[in-house]
């Protein structure tokens, strides 16, 4: 099966310079990603594969191996237009032919593992049928300005992507593509516009679930 054409050669990631690494601002766990988090070591939904939770309002990604340990946490990019699912058919456009409405990043639960791009590259497909890939920050169309977005304190200007999510080089390379590159893992988008509870609807479950192991 052939790569996705919403991630061509010109789009393919390039690592980021290291001079922008060590200054990436911290994140905050928002109390919905808390809960979310929350529920999975509760559940062990992750199974034994390692995970990984966005939140796309605080633009900002957590990581965890396959028993729960917080291992890395950074700001990331994502898709430039909100809206929590993707177009019918992207995965067939060229970049030219995506409209600014259609270049968002899906939520919910996902199967993620690496496989190849075009580029000759290798990322961390999350959704593949609609070529949403995790993967180094792309740096090579100046004018986006892809690594100031990512160096900023502010949140509201993380959306520049075609929706694939973008990371730092350093937790990329030395931590979640270990973590990822023999059997992949579950990534966990949260949601812009739908609530929550629609996007993670046995979370709800979460108080019965305490209520049951603190007894």
């Known amino acids: 099966m052939s790569a996705p054409s919403v991630l061509p050669a010109?789009?393919?990631?390039?690592?980021?310079?290291?001079?922008?690494?060590?200054?990436?601002?911290?994140?905050?766990?928002?109390e919905t990603a808390e809960r979310l988090i929350t529920w999975i070591e509760a559940t062990d939904d992750n199974g034994d594969l390692p995970y990984i939770v966005i939140d796309k309002q605080q633009?900002?990604?957590?990581?965890?191996?396959?028993?729960?340990?917080?291992?890395g946490e950074t700001p990331v990019l994502i898709g430039i237009a909100t809206g929590d699912e993707s177009s019918p058919g992207i995965a067939s456009k060229s970049l030219a032919n995506i409209g600014p409405a259609e270049r968002t990043t899906p939520a919910g639960r996902f199967i993620a593992r690496f496989g190849p791009a075009a580029g000759r590259q290798r990322v961390l497909w999350v959704d593949y049928s609609t070529s949403v890939a995790l993967h180094v920050i792309v740096t090579t169309n100046r004018r986006e300005r892809r690594l100031e977005r990512l160096l900023s304190p502010a949140t509201d200007d993380n959306r520049i992507t075609f929706g694939c999510i973008n990371v730092g080089a350093t937790?990329?390379?030395?931590?979640?593509?270990?973590l990822f590159q023999r059997s992949g893992g579950v990534v966990y988008i949260l949601p812009d516009t739908k609530p929550f509870d629609e996007v993670f609807p046995r979370v709800r479950l979460l108080p019965n679930l305490q209520a049951e192991q603190s007894s």
């Open 10 to 30: 010109q789009d393919a990631p390039r690592a980021a310079p290291a001079r922008g690494v060590a200054a990436l601002p911290p994140v905050s766990r928002s």
């Open 59 to 71: 633009a900002a990604l957590f990581l965890f191996d396959a028993d729960g340990k917080l291992v």
């Open 171 to 178: 937790l990329y390379n030395k931590t979640l593509r270990p």
